[in-house]
């Protein structure tokens, strides 16, 4: 049974999607991500030498700031910064610049729900124009579950309101990894069935929570494509000016 939504969506089908890199002079790397009214910019500084207090010299640090759009940064700020952070280490190469920290800058321009889902995704267009080594590119999606048992998928900032309970799920895109083909299998099984990131918000069921990994996951194709896209087209963009 299809759900109605405002906007005239279907329950699988995802807002506009737009991606600009290098969008920052100053930075190393930078990129907006928007999906709908949803809009972020990411900016990566670094790496610069030397590691911060408790953390391991031996490999790559990250650090992440979320500015909010207006005022202070406050706990869900703080709880995004966590959660962008092991995101990061999780699909960089840790090791190719050991004791070195590389920050990155979260900036919201417009929050109209799924904020940290776009976060993660301009984070990742940033990292690649800053030329940070990865393992592979990451996308990520929110999935809402209405009162109903409905699973929505890209929830606006209305709908969020609404939703009984809802994730955020990130999943790997292998297709473009630079690591050998045996290192991209856990136990076996290639990345791409595997998950990287996973909060929820809310409480659901076991099965609600199946679902919504097995709608996001058929989701991410859409969000895979287009970012390798985005990306693929603007560095063809950019060579065309070199020669």
Not at 124 to 145: E, F, M, N, R
Not at 194 to 211: A, C, E, Q
């Amino acid at each position: 049974m299809e759900t109605d939504r405002k906007d005239g969506r279907t329950a699988n089908q995802l807002r506009p999607l737009a991606c600009i890199r290098n969008v920052l002079n100053r930075a190393h790397g930078s990129a907006s991500w928007s999906q709908g009214e949803t809009k972020v910019l990411a900016a990566v500084y670094g790496p610069k030498a030397g590691t911060k207090k408790n953390e391991n010299p031996e490999k790559a640090c990250f650090e992440v700031i979320w500015k909010p759009k207006t005022g202070q940064s406050g706990k869900a700020e703080k709880e995004y910064e966590m959660i962008l952070k092991r995101t990061v280490q999780s699909i960089c190469v840790l090791n190719v610049h050991p004791n070195t920290t590389t920050s990155i800058i979260i900036q919201v321009v417009n929050d109209d729900g799924a904020l940290l889902p776009c976060a993660i995704n301009a984070v990742c267009a940033a990292l690649v124009d800053a030329g940070i080594p990865l393992k592979h590119l990451a996308v990520a999606i929110c999935c809402s579950l209405s009162e109903s048992g409905h699973i929505l998928l890209d929830p606006s900032k209305l709908e969020e309101q609404k939703m009984k309970a809802f994730v955020y799920l990130v999943f790997p895109n292998s297709t473009l990894s630079v690591l050998p083909d045996e290192s991209l299998k856990v136990r076996g099984e290639p990345t791409e069935h595997g998950l990287i990131t996973s909060f929820t918000h809310g409480v659901m069921s076991v099965d609600d929570y199946i679902r919504c990994l097995e709608r996001g996951r058929a989701a991410t194709a859409k969000l895979s494509d287009f970012l390798r896209r985005s990306l693929q087209s603007q560095v063809q963009s950019e060579s065309s000016k070199l020669g």
